[in-house]
């Protein structure tokens, strides 16, 4: 599994060269338990592709090497392009052959979205700023897909499975990546502040010509193939595919002002632009903007939340392999009582999101069953909220568990903690989240029963839950200053789910140190305050086989 260590000092080896999928029993029972059994053999394949050095080493290459902006070339004509290092393309190769951006819509079969969303989780481990284009290009699929045949071509190239960096017509290319521009300086949250305006060239209408002229302040990825923009248009706010060349093969104009200087997500680019009479068509109707782009929106916050939980499994793994290497005050760090409780919590917290997240991505196997849809509408802003909010702080502790080390940057802990606020702000920072949970259940009063139905499959076997879920239940229902509570309940709502999904599932070790932590004593405000008598090996061998 690792490299034996250094001989001499007590330091722990690296945790590399070790299967991701096989050494996750938390990982592995989810997935076959929402439908991905018959991709246990790839998966077990991918986590040992993913878990070699050798993909370690790229991620901390691409990381260190960040992107760099070339906006003129040196005569001082415009050139708007990105240089990455050579380890983010062969990262962005890695991930495209695997089918983590697109797979499940090339491929349409049961337990196909969760058979990526176990895949994207082990990504995560290893590399994040790959990621968003990924997850925009897995976005941009069902919201084009929606508008029939006209955007076919896209369609073909974003469901390859080769990566061509080429700057290029669509035309003359092998596969295309879309990313996404909504956010404005005035507000991001609030898009209908949008100014970038969209005049027609002629005819108006879905997948006719427009012009556009503004900027956007956040704009990620800016060297893909075509990007879904937010612009108002004159009947209102309005989705545009604004591709990177025009139909007669000249360069779009994509003024590319600055790269952002990031805490995290260093890997990847991520732009300030300006729009200047810049081509786009119109996807659906002028004014249907927000529901469009949101097609893409529920997709990406489904990709957030699972690569939350990625980032929270790698460094629950680093810390408890560090752990039992590492000695203190005679015994190795594993074996101490207090540490014991540290690991096995921040592991608890860790096997609870990917009981979540994929449970979610269940939801999405499901695109036509009703019940399904109606919990997909509630459960992905729930999901998106509490997973990306804990991933802070189960970093955060996993880096203090690895001691001086985990806070250097030589030490793989750093970067993903870094990394880890991010998931939480972009797509819909924490309360946007928390009000969209609201809304959904405002105006579909099934939305309640969908989640009354994912608690009820567990009711009847523990007092501790039926009454949290009662008390639950009848805050929800209870309208007065909803607004004011709405963190509270989502919370609320993801316990719920969490400790559901272990009532139903076990194992019995872990779903009783869930409920006698999260949900009778709340969630913790530090970890390692689980009740005595909890089986800390078992819980914490789930998430880094000994
Ligand atoms: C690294 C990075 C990459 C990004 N890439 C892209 C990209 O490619 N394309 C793109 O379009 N955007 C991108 N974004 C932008 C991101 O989606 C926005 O920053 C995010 O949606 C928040 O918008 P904002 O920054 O305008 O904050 P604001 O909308 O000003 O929100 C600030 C805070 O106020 C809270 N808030 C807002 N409204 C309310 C309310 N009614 N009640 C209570 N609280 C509220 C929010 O939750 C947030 O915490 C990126 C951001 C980052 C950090």
């Known amino acids: 599994m690792s490299r034996p260590s250094a001989e001499m000092s007590n330091q722990s080896s690296e945790l590399v060269d070790y299967n991701l999928f096989s050494s996750h029993s938390a990982l592995m029972e989810a997935a076959t338990r929402e439908g991905a059994a018959a991709d246990h053999a790839a998966l077990t394949q991918l986590g040992a592709a993913l878990g070699s050095e050798r993909m370690f080493t790229l991620g901390d290459l691409a990381n260190r090497n960040p992107p760099q902006l070339r906006a003129f070339d040196r005569l001082g004509a415009r050139r708007d392009e990105v240089e990455f290092h050579p380890a983010w393309h062969e990262l962005m190769r890695r991930l495209v052959a695997a089918g983590l951006h697109t797979g499940p819509w090339a491929e349409r079969r049961t337990g196909a979205h969760v058979a990526r969303a176990a895949g994207y989780l082990m990504w995560a481990e290893i590399e994040n700023g790959t990621q968003c284009p990924a997850t925009m290009s897995y976005g941009a699929v069902p919201a084009l897909a929606q508008q029939g045949a006209q955007f076919s071509t896209w369609l073909r190239l974003l469901l390859s499975r080769e990566y061509d960096p080429s700057l290029a017509p669509a035309a003359g290319k092998r596969g295309a990546l879309f990313g996404m521009g909504m956010t404005e300086r005035q507000g991001g949250s609030d898009v209908r502040t949008n100014t970038t305006r969209a005049q027609p060239l002629g005819a108006r209408g879905p997948g006719h010509e427009y012009l556009l002229t503004g900027h956007k302040w956040f704009f990620s990825a800016p060297m893909c193939d075509a990007f879904l923009v937010l612009a108002q248009a004159p009947d209102g706010l309005s989705c545009f595919l604004v591709p990177r060349f025009l139909p007669d093969g000249s360069v779009n104009t994509l003024r590319l002002q600055r790269l952002k200087d990031k805490l995290g997500n260093r890997s990847n680019a991520s732009s300030e632009v300006e729009f200047d009479a810049t081509y786009g068509l119109l996807v659906a109707g002028e004014g249907r903007g927000i529901p469009t782009i949101l097609e893409m929106g529920v997709y990406t916050r489904l990709d957030n939340a699972i690569g939350s939980a990625g980032l929270m499994h790698q460094c629950v793994a680093q810390a408890i392999h560090h752990a039992r290497e590492r000695r203190a005050f005679g015994r190795l760090l594993a074996e101490q009582p207090l540490m014991r409780n540290v690991l096995a919590d921040l592991a608890l917290e860790s096997e609870a999101a990917v009981a979540l997240t994929l449970r ?48 250097t940057e030589d030490f793989p802990v750093a970067r993903r903690f870094r990394e880890s606020p991010l998931n939480s702000i972009w797509e819909g920072s924490g309360n946007i989240m928390c009000l969209d949970v609201l809304r959904a259940l405002a105006r579909e009063p099934r939305t309640l029963e969908a989640l009354n139905e994912l608690f009820a499959a567990a009711a009847g076997r523990d007092a501790r ?52 932590s999260r949900l009778a004593a709340g969630p913790p405000a530090v970890f390692g305050s689980l009740p005595r008598g909890s089986d800390f090996s078992t819980i914490t061998s789930r998430s880094l086989s000994p």
Request: aromatic share 8%.
């Open 465 to 516: 839950f039926d009454g949290y879920v009662a008390a639950l239940l009848h805050d929800l229902r209870d309208e007065s200053e909803a607004e004011l509570r709405a963190r509270d309940l989502t919370q609320r709502i993801a316990l719920a789910a969490q400790a559901a999904l272990f009532l139903r599932h076990g194992p019995a070790p872990v779903c009783e140190a869930f409920l006698a």
């Open 360 to 407: 979610l991505a269940r939801a999405f196997d499901a695109q036509q069953d009703e019940a399904a849809t109606r919990l997909r509408r509630v459960l992905t802003p729930v999901v998106k909220y509490w997973v990306c909010k804990r991933a802070p702080a189960v970093c955060a502790e996993a880096m203090e568990v690895l001691g001086g080390n985990g806070y």
